[in-house]
């Protein structure tokens, strides 16, 4: 922690989180038309041939929570408009990311096929689907390549030719938008803003930034999910005891327990989950889900236990690769080892000769223009910025180890990490519930509206014990300018003695207990004063 933040009062936190939104807050009166995205109206009119004419129309999606969103989404829709949709979500470790051509031959008899969150780097496939006579729409939200497939439309709001205002949303917007414009045009009475509380959990499981059309799209399913009888939300909030749930629920608990069927076994199931008919169907899949959740956690934190050691302190990107990792950790892996070493980190699973695996970017670094440079050494490759997907031969990792080094300062800052969540050094007299309530006015936090975070420098530790099975969480009792306030850290095997003085960094959340509210410090790095 270092001392370059602000002192803060309730003024200057206001105006800190105020500066966020340069725009005036959005409602969804302001969304954009389906029309202003490129190939839509192409689109839309061929698949509305395609339900009139009774043709074969089958959907790929994606295997993660936006996909499975995307795909849950176009089936709810053509349920209620009573038209046949068939649908695969490929399996991550059988048939590899996307549309790809180890599904053309599972599509050959079919009239049209639609991506949902994936597509945009098919080309090959698309090349197939062509030969076999089979119409292609593609809607993707990914960077598009250089070479695009050639396909009947492809829905992208990266496309250079595209007017869609946003170019940061997600697959199951588009998905969202696609199903709105088939609405109008075949004249149905559907209520799509009710598909918001779907869409509000891909925005944020996705990480996108909660501004503009995406706020204003999360908010709103924020509220339906909190009023939902949906059986997959109502079974979800009767699990976790949650009257309402808030943005930080999907992120850290919803979206990583539907992430978990296809890391672990098949995304089909999360698709079965969200698309449950009943209550009692969605608790007996949740069940399952929580089952494969927990397995992945513990695959997790095996894998990244191996890969902390193969981390060299000299490399400014960090390479690990080993048999025998689960190559549906390896994302969440990449993303523990870049917090905790504060730089860019790539894990490969290997299996055979061939090295999979995935990268996550540290502090505005573009690991995608990065990674890009080397992409002759590389079998495949996608992604964006922040996130990367890549396979490689396994005699080819030291050379991309070595070779990843040397391009670092092109594309990352050399700048001393600054975590750009915290909003400056906060004094415990300050913290109260009126605090509480000025920062909750700022919500959904995630991605570009973080939920701000403090530092409080030389407080006192009155009390402190060890919580959780393994001993691995903390509760403490601070003391600072007269005030007392609870904390709690989680997983962590640092251990503090009564009268320490240390400095903290931290965010306000109430805890509710045996019916009392009180502020409660969710401490996420302790250090302390020498």
């Given at each position: 922690m270092n001392n370059s933040h602000p002192a803060l009062d309730l003024e200057s936190i206001f105006e800190l989180l105020a500066k966020r939104f340069s725009n005036t807050f959005l409602s969804l009166k302001d969304l954009p038309h389906p029309s202003t995205f490129k190939d839509m109206d192409r689109a839309v009119s061929r698949i509305v041939e395609a339900i009139k004419s009774n043709q074969k129309i089958i959907l790929i999606g994606d295997y993660d929570v936006d996909g499975v969103i995307s795909t849950?989404?176009?089936?709810?829709?053509?349920?209620?408009?009573?038209?046949?949709?068939?649908?695969?979500?490929?399996?991550?470790?059988?048939?590899?990311?996307?549309?790809?051509?180890?599904?053309?031959?599972?599509?050959?008899?079919?009239?049209?096929?639609?991506?949902?969150?994936?597509?945009?780097?098919?080309?090959?496939?698309?090349?197939?689907?062509?030969?076999?006579?089979?119409d292609l729409i593609i809607t993707d939200h990914h960077i598009v390549p250089d070479l695009v497939p050639d396909a009947y439309a492809i829905v992208n709001q990266k496309q250079p030719e595209c007017l869609f205002p946003h170019a940061e949303i997600c697959g199951a917007q588009i998905a969202w938008y696609l199903c709105s414009a088939l609405k109008k045009e075949l004249n149905k009475q559907i209520d799509m803003?009710?598909?918001?509380?779907?869409?509000?959990?891909?925005?944020?499981?996705?990480?996108?930034?909660?501004?503009h059309i995406n706020r204003a799209m999360v908010q709103t399913g924020l509220k339906l999910i909190n009023s939902s009888n949906t059986p997959f939300i109502k079974a979800y909030r009767e699990q976790n005891n949650k009257v309402l749930l808030v943005a930080e629920d999907i992120a850290f608990g919803l979206a990583p327990l539907l992430n978990s069927a296809g890391r672990?076994?098949?995304?089909?199931?999360?698709?079965?989950?969200?698309?449950?008919?009943?209550?009692?169907?969605?608790?007996?899949t949740?069940?399952?889900?929580?089952?494969?959740?927990?397995?992945?956690k513990a695959l997790e934190e095996r894998v990244t236990a191996e890969a902390t050691t193969q981390v060299a302190n000299e490399d400014k990107v960090i390479v690990v690769a080993s048999e025998g990792w689960h190559e549906g950790v390896v994302g969440i892996v990449a993303a523990r080892l870049?917090?905790?070493f504060e730089r860019p980190a790539i894990v490969l699973s290997q299996n055979g000769d061939i090295c999979k695996g995935s990268g996550r970017s540290f502090n505005g670094c573009n690991l995608f223009e990065l990674v890009n440079v080397h992409r002759d050494i590389l079998d495949k490759f996608g992604g964006h910025s922040a996130a990367i997907g890549l396979s490689l031969s396994k005699n080819g990792v030291d050379k991309f180890r070595e070779k990843i080094q040397e391009k670092i300062e092109k594309y990352c800052s050399s700048d001393e990490y600054c975590d750009p969540d915290i909003l400056g050094?906060?004094?415990?007299?300050?913290?109260?519930?009126?605090?509480?309530?000025?920062?909750?006015?700022?919500?959904?936090?995630?991605?570009?509206?973080?939920?701000?975070?403090?530092?409080?420098?030389?407080?006192?530790?009155?009390?402190?014990?060890?919580?959780?099975?393994?001993?691995?969480?903390?509760?403490?009792?601070?003391?600072?300018?007269?005030?007392?306030?609870?904390?709690?850290?989680?997983?962590?095997?640092?251990?503090?003695?009564?009268?320490?003085?240390?400095?903290?960094?931290?965010?306000?959340?109430?805890?509710?207990?045996?019916?009392?509210?009180?502020?409660?410090?969710?401490?996420?790095?302790?250090?302390?004063?020498?």
């Open positions: 849950s989404i176009m089936r709810r829709f053509f349920t209620q408009i009573d038209s046949p949709l068939d649908w695969i979500i490929p399996n991550r470790f059988r048939d590899g990311y996307g549309l790809s051509t180890s599904l053309v031959s599972r599509v050959r008899d079919y009239d049209l096929v639609i991506t949902v969150d994936n597509g945009i780097s098919a080309v090959e496939a698309a090349r197939e689907c062509k030969e076999l006579g089979i803003k009710s598909y918001l509380e779907m869409t509000a959990i891909a925005i944020i499981a996705d990480i996108m930034p909660l501004q672990i076994e098949d995304a089909s199931l999360a698709v079965d989950f969200v698309s449950a008919p009943n209550i009692y169907e969605a608790r007996t949740l069940e399952r889900l929580i089952a494969l959740n927990e397995q992945r870049s917090r905790a050094e906060l004094s415990f007299r300050y913290i109260d519930f009126e605090l509480l309530s000025m920062i909750t006015q700022y919500e959904p936090f995630g991605e570009a509206n973080p939920k701000p975070k403090f530092i409080t420098r030389a407080v006192e530790i009155l009390a402190i014990q060890t919580m959780g099975k393994e001993q691995n969480h903390l509760r403490f009792t601070f003391q600072s300018d007269a005030q007392i306030l609870n904390g709690v850290q989680f997983k962590t095997r640092e251990r503090y003695a009564i009268g320490d003085r240390v400095d903290i960094l931290y965010k306000i959340n109430e805890n509710h207990f045996r019916g009392n509210t009180t502020l409660q410090l969710m401490v996420e790095k302790v250090h302390r004063c020498t």
